[in-house]
């Protein structure tokens, strides 16, 4: 196959020689021109990349092209690989619009809300199948850039969501396949927007940790740690927009009773499955974050300000991603159904003010923002109809 990897980073450096070692021409494609001619040179003369995974398997190989051409990226791509923090997936994808052929499959990982309906308004004419999966399947980093990654970890199975639904069972067979791990097929892509455990997990923690933040700087040592050290009143803040969550779903499940939401778990739920051999006390959803294993030690994004001092990281992913792309889609599906969404809303107000954004204004989503989001509204959905259960 010709499978075009879009992105140059951690899970781009791990697709790469993954799926070319196993004989497909892959291109890579990068918008960031440096990163095109950074990757060009590391590879020159012949070079390879190596992904290492952490129980000794190592793939090696080099892609066929490496491009900052939308057009020679897309233009005999049979897959195209979306390797990529969800921001960029709109301007990626514009990008590769003119040239992409109608039956290729785009595949998001991970796909975040609302992609589907992203796609289709990017490209109303395409046929090939859309898949979102539900998390990039591996812990990854760079060692060596363009040349050596260290794969720490692999996700037992991954969720993945297909348009059209039909297509799901076979297309995520063959993906599976592709990737060489075990993939569940959901039964649709609104499933996977609902599901979406870290728009609540990340945008709400940050609230939690840092919504009383007085300006001061921390220590390197002081830096809360970001999933452990939850307090209660954040616990009972995740629950609430946990609650929201399924509120909407049962109003949408009231007003088409034939669509499968049935996988849309709450938040304690989805932790204990996720982790189920890492939670020591598994009895509430604090208790469920606070001795899971999988998570001890890792802290909250911060930046360096000065030296031994760091300040929250609103900026980052965990905000800038999560909520444009996470939060806020859910907040727009609650709108199409009439839902209430307190919790919901208070976290996005929070979070909108700490990036400079806006999404929510006086409670409606009429934000100067909400372009930036993919909210359902955004693509002129309107109702519970079969254009927005399957891809608008
Ligand atoms: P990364 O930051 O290493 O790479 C991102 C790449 O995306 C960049 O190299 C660049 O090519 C491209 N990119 C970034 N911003 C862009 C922009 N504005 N326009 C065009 N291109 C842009 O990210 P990653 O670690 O490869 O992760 C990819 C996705 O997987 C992210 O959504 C991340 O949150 C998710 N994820 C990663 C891991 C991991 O272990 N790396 C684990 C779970 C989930």
New binding site residues.
Partial sequence: MNITI?????????LIPLLASKGHAVTVY???AD?AVALREALSGGGEMTARFADGRVFKARPVRVTEDARDAASEADMVLL??????HE??LRELAPHLPTNAWIVA??A?GGFDWLVRAILPEHEGVVLGLQ??P?????QDWGRTVAV?GEKAVVDVAARPSEAGAEAARSLSELLGLPLQPLPNFLTLTLANTGQLIHPGIMYGLFRAWDGRPFGEDEVPLFYTDIDEETADILQAMSNEVQAVRAAIERARPELDLSRVATLHDWLLRAYADDIEDPSTLLSSFRTNRAYAGIRAPVELVEENAYAPWFAS?YLA?DAPLGLVVTRGLADLVGARTPAIDMVILWAQEKLGKEYVRDGKLEGRDIRETRAPQRFGIHGIDDEMIDGG
């Fill in positions: 879009c992105g140059a980073g951690n899970a781009a450096h791990t990068t918008a960031l990163e390797a990529l923090p969800a921001f960029a301007a990626i990982l991970p975040r998390t990039l591996w812990a990854c980093r760079i720490l992913r991603e």
